[in-house]
T-cell receptor, first 113, second 117 residues
Framework: NAGVTQTPKFQVLKTGQSMTLQCAQDMNHEYMSWYRQDPGMGLRLIHYSVGAGITDQGEVPNGYNVSRSTTEDFPLRLLSAAPSQTSVYFC????????????FGPGTRLTVL | AQKVTQAQTEISVVEKEDVTLDCVYETRDTTYYLFWYKQPPSGELVFLIRRNSFDEQNEISGRYSWNFQKSTSSFNFTITASQVVDSAVYFCALSEAATDSWGKLQFGAGTQVVVTP
C-alpha cells in the first residue's frame, strides 16, 4: 500500500491563478479530509468527505472547492489563489472503524505570491 | 464547540530530562477521541496515540506516557529521558465520536520541543 499520497510537494502560484492539489489513498478508506497548517495555529479542517459523492465544509472552507467522485481520490481546488492561502496542506483518510486512526499524507507546501 | 488548548508554545530541555506537554480540551459530547501527533522537522505527521473518552487508564509506550483526566479535561503527554530525536512539534487533537463528525479533528496550536545534547 502506498498509503496517502499528495501531489505536488511544493507549488508556487501567483495571485489569481487556479490549481488543484491532488490526494489519493489506496486503503479503501471512506473518510477523507483536507487540513491547512499555519504557524502557531495547528491544523485546521478545510473540507471533509464521508464517502464518494458526499462532501462537507470544515472550519475554513472559503476559497476552496472539493469533490469526491471516487473512494480513492479527494482533490482540493483553489479557484483564484490569494496570498492568505499560503500554507502547508495535508490530506488525511480513515476507515469507519472504532479502532482505526487517521492517516496523513506528506503535505503540499503552497506559496501564493 | 470543540476546542483544544496547548498553552506551551515551546519547551527546551537538555537530553535525558523529562518533558511534559499539556493539553486541555473542551467538548459538549460525552463520547469523543483524543489524539497526539508528532511532527518532526521533516514535516510529516506521525500518529502517537488515540484515546477513547471512556478509557481513562493512563498509557505507557516506551519512553512515552499519557495521563488522561476527564475531571480536568486534560490529556497530557510526558517524554521520559528525552533524546535529540524527540525534537519536534507535538499536536494534541480532539474529535467527536458521532458518525458525521468522525474525521473532523480539532487540533491544538502545537508545542515545539527542543532537546539539546
Amino acid at each position: 500500500n502506498a498509503g496517502v499520497t499528495q501531489t505536488p510537494k511544493f507549488q508556487v502560484l501567483k495571485t489569481g491563478q487556479s490549481m488543484t492539489l491532488q490526494c489519493a489513498q489506496d486503503m479503501n478508506h471512506e473518510y477523507m479530509s483536507w487540513y491547512r497548517q499555519d504557524p502557531g495555529m495547528g491544523l485546521r479542517l478545510i473540507h471533509y468527505s464521508v464517502g464518494a459523492g458526499i462532501t462537507d465544509q470544515g472550519e475554513v472552507p472559503n476559497g476552496y472547492n472539493v469533490s469526491r467522485s471516487t473512494t480513492e481520490d479527494f482533490p482540493l481546488r483553489l479557484l483564484s489563489a490569494a496570498p492568505s492561502q499560503t500554507s502547508v496542506y495535508f490530506c488525511a483518510s480513515s476507515y469507519s472503524s472504532d479502532t482505526d486512526t487517521q492517516y496523513f499524507g506528506p503535505g503540499t507546501r503552497l506559496t501564493v505570491l | 464547540a470543540q476546542k483544544v488548548t496547548q498553552a506551551q508554545t515551546e519547551i527546551s530541555v537538555v537530553e535525558k530530562e523529562d518533558v511534559t506537554l499539556d493539553c486541555v480540551y473542551e467538548t459538549r459530547d460525552t463520547t469523543y477521541y483524543l489524539f497526539w501527533y508528532k511532527q518532526p522537522p521533516s514535516g510529516e505527521l506521525v500518529f502517537l496515540i488515540r484515546r477513547n473518552s471512556f478509557d481513562e487508564q493512563n498509557e505507557i509506550s516506551g519512553r512515552y506516557s499519557w495521563n488522561f483526566q476527564k475531571s480536568t479535561s486534560s490529556f497530557n503527554f510526558t517524554i521520559t529521558a528525552s533524546q535529540v530525536v524527540d525534537s519536534a512539534v507535538y499536536f494534541c487533537a480532539l474529535s467527536e465520536a458521532a458518525t458525521d463528525s468522525w474525521g473532523k479533528l480539532q487540533f491544538g496550536a502545537g508545542t515545539q520541543v527542543v532537546v539539546t545534547p
